[in-house]
């Protein structure tokens, strides 16, 4: 058999598991401690009525994450890298910039959610914990090659079954459930809108777009005979099938476990008169006495096993980002000596978000702004995101597909409206 069929093929003979990669992780990233909070607060407070924002949510989500990941996989650059082929860099630079203060903010409310339910869970002070977290995290991503650390990451993400764990031990009224997934209503309040913002923006974030495109890119360097699609077109239908199969069931579990998330806060919370969660650990408390120490004790596991693959999520993001806009050497495959510059911005960003979590600010209330904030970042990224993945200059031949790329102006667009939504109806309040 020639070299060229033996690399097209190479992707299709991956068993299951294996073809699981970027797609999964970063799907199972998305539902971060950010994006537990999110969504107990819309179940608690709205009930079911809300179920149908994750219906609408899979299949935007799939397509600006698609568009990502084709960029990464196509040209062999991660999204500062191809925005930089395009646009002058005080435009590339804006861009990350914006990324690394929806990051830094969502790292500390992800480690201050940590530290509060270890807190509720043994005892002892929530600082030691977030600092912990913090360097446990960072202390992995440093001496762990990628090749390794990828395989850790990817088991974490069974850590999300936790949740339907705990909607499978409380009493959900399915038939309502149902009714609030496929039957919209949405009230025109300032509170509604907050909180549909908040899930579009947990949901769709700027993070996942720069971390799915890197670790394409990374997978390309990891395995031998991978190239980037433009200078190897041979390898496109196998590796785009992949890619597909991978983004589109990374996503589906993601937005399932959101769903399930929503259904057990509803089912317990909401049902028990609990509209107003104001942190992780009343959320996790409270489940206690109405559906058992069973779904206590799977909300907790849920919550630190989701941080624990959202940090490195978070802060590689921002790092492959911003050495990418220095021209710097980069990736978690490299040994930190080989990447010094790369591995400072890392811990320059999980640093920052640790002294944020360690000032005192509300957990709960830090982790649904920190979706707003991301919601309202991503327009500009995402606009940025769908004018690369439709450039011939960068693309060559193998431009996003005219379907893919409705689905990601759709999600452009979705986004757009509900920020602006959202900024009118604060300045109305």
Request: with cysteine.
């Amino acid at each position: 058999m020639a070299q060229g069929t033996r690399e097209a093929l190479s992707a299709e003979h991956q068993g299951f598991w294996r073809k699981l990669g970027p797609g999964l992780i970063t799907g199972a990233a998305d539902d971060d401690p950010s994006g537990i909070a999110t969504y107990t607060q819309a179940g608690a407070r709205f009930g079911y009525s809300l179920g149908w924002t994750l219906l609408l949510t899979y299949p935007l989500m799939a397509g600006i994450q698609l568009a990502s990941a084709r960029i990464g996989r196509t040209t062999g650059r991660g999204l500062t890298s191809a925005f930089a082929v395009l646009w002058p860099r005080p435009v590339v630079m804006a861009a990350v910039m914006l990324l690394l203060v929806a990051n830094v903010v969502n790292l500390a409310a992800d480690l201050g959610a940590m530290a509060e339910v270890m807190r509720l869970a043994i005892g002892g002070p929530e600082a030691a914990y977030a600092l912990a977290f913090g360097a446990i995290s960072l202390g992995l991503q440093a001496w762990l090659p990628y090749r390794r650390y990828v395989r850790i990451l990817k088991w974490l993400t069974l850590s999300l079954l936790a949740y339907v764990g705990v909607a499978m031990v409380a009493n959900v009224d399915w038939g309502a459930a149902f009714a609030g997934a496929l039957l919209p209503r949405i009230q025109w309040d300032s509170e509604t809108v907050r909180m549909v913002v908040a899930i579009l923006g947990t949901t769709i974030s700027p993070y996942l777009f720069f971390w799915q495109a890197a670790q394409e890119v990374e997978e390309i360097e990891r395995v031998t005979q991978d190239q980037p699609l433009t200078k190897a077109p041979r390898q496109a239908p196998a590796q785009l099938r992949r890619l597909r199969f991978d983004t589109w069931l990374g996503m589906g579990f993601s937005n399932g476990i959101a769903f399930f998330m929503m259904l057990a806060a509803a089912a317990t919370l909401h049902a028990d008169g609990q509209l107003n969660i104001e942190s992780t650990a009343q959320a996790a408390e409270a489940l206690r006495p109405v559906a058992g120490d069973a779904a206590f004790v799977l909300f907790a596991l849920g919550i630190l096993g989701t941080g624990l693959l959202a940090l490195p999520v978070l802060a590689g993001s921002a790092a492959y980002a911003c050495a990418e806009f220095l021209k710097v050497r980069r990736g978690l495959e490299k040994p930190v000596g080989a990447a010094p510059a790369f591995y400072a911005i890392l811990a320059a960003a999980m640093v920052c978000g640790i002294g944020i979590s360690l000032v005192g600010v509300d957990p709960m209330k830090a982790l649904v702004w920190a979706a707003v904030i991301n919601s309202l970042m991503s327009v500009p990224i995402m606009v940025g995101v769908m004018l690369a993945a439709g450039s011939r200059r960068l693309m060559g031949e193998l431009l996003l597909p005219l379907g893919w790329r409705v689905l990601g102006w759709a999600a452009t667009a979705a986004m757009a409206a509900a920020s602006v939504a959202f900024i009118f109806m604060s300045l109305a309040s």
